[in-house]
């Protein structure tokens, strides 16, 4: 992975913990990058052509907007953020995941750092979902572990499902991210791909599955430990669990004590859109710390 370059920070409403830019803070520094901070606002009642005026409905926005930019100007003056490593903006739209998918390219950004909100039914609300599916750099989404509980390991998740070209480059596009924060951090790189347990049908006489599981298992980790040896990632951090895909990636995890966990998605489009492929989905749902989403 190249030098992150430019972090884009999306900032949290003014009256929550900013976890993202304590994050991108910790990145920044150890990678040398600049910080681009963006505040969202919108007031959905200065559309209202029926009810205002054009100029009572820019009042409205020049209002909402001024005193975000007040607060913006505060909140990097109470950081200590230096004006060189740092830039800042205001932008007025309710379409975030549209906006920052136009923006990345223009402003050589390298990772966009947002931070995690918890929704009653999955882990990420709809705008975390929207950016996983259409940021084209990698998206950096921050949970609100303290920084003395951290230890900088990093898990990149491997897929060897499948063999093409298509899941190989994933696969080496997440080694190289996820080497590259565990540098960062300076931790250990780990690495897991899950096996699933085999599952029969009825009316077939198949092998008995403890037997079918181990053949796979080894399998795995033959290839797992192949694809990992330019790395020089030691055994003893290549992990082949048994198990549904979202709960095994979780639970090594929080064995390990990991920080970040990197996983490759493949964003669908039309009728697949709100699923992420590669197993993406079930993996986001579950983690217990920071996930990088690497797109092919």
């Known amino acids: 992975m190249k030098d992150l370059g430019s972090i884009l920070v999306i900032l949290d409403k003014p009256k929550h913990a900013q976890i993202a830019l304590g994050r991108a803070r910790k ?15 919108w007031l959905a009642m200065a559309g209202h052509r029926e009810v205002f005026d054009a100029h009572q409905r820019r009042a409205l926005k020049q209002s909402v907007v001024r005193e975000r930019e007040n607060w913006l100007r505060g909140l990097v003056l109470d950081a200590g953020l230096a004006a060189g490593d740092v830039s800042m903006e205001v932008v007025w739209t309710e379409d975030i995941a549209g906006w920052v998918a136009s923006c990345v390219g223009a402003k050589k ?91 029969g049908v009825a009316g077939l006489e198949l092998p008995a599955p403890a037997k ?15 694809l990992l040896e330019p790395y020089g990632i030691p055994r003893a951090r290549a992990h082949v669990p048994v198990g549904k895909v979202g709960s095994s990636v979780a639970a090594v ?22 699923l992420l492929g590669n197993s993406a989905e079930k993996i986001l749902t579950r983690m217990p710390c920071d996930v990088l989403a690497v797109h092919p």
């Open 253 to 274: 995890a929080e064995r390990v004590k990991a920080d970040l966990v990197v996983v490759g998605t493949s964003a669908r489009r039309g009728l697949g859109a709100v």
């Open 212 to 226: 079918v599981e181990r053949e796979l298992k080894t399998r795995a980790r033959e290839l797992l430990e192949a």
């Open 109 to 199: 950004i390298g990772v966009v750092v947002k931070t995690v909100h918890q929704s009653k039914t999955m882990l990420h609300t709809p705008l975390d979902w929207e950016l996983l599916r259409s940021c084209p750099v990698p998206l950096y989404l921050a949970t609100g572990v303290e920084d003395a509980k951290r230890s900088g390991n990093v898990v990149a998740t491997i897929d060897l499902r499948h063999m093409d070209r298509k899941h190989q480059l994933m696969n080496l596009r997440v080694l190289d991210a996820a080497q590259y924060f565990a540098a960062l951090t300076k931790g250990k790189l780990h690495c897991v791909h899950a096996v699933e347990s085999p599952v």
């Open 27 to 41: 990145l920044a520094a150890g990678a040398g990058a600049h910080l681009h901070l963006v505040s969202f606002c």
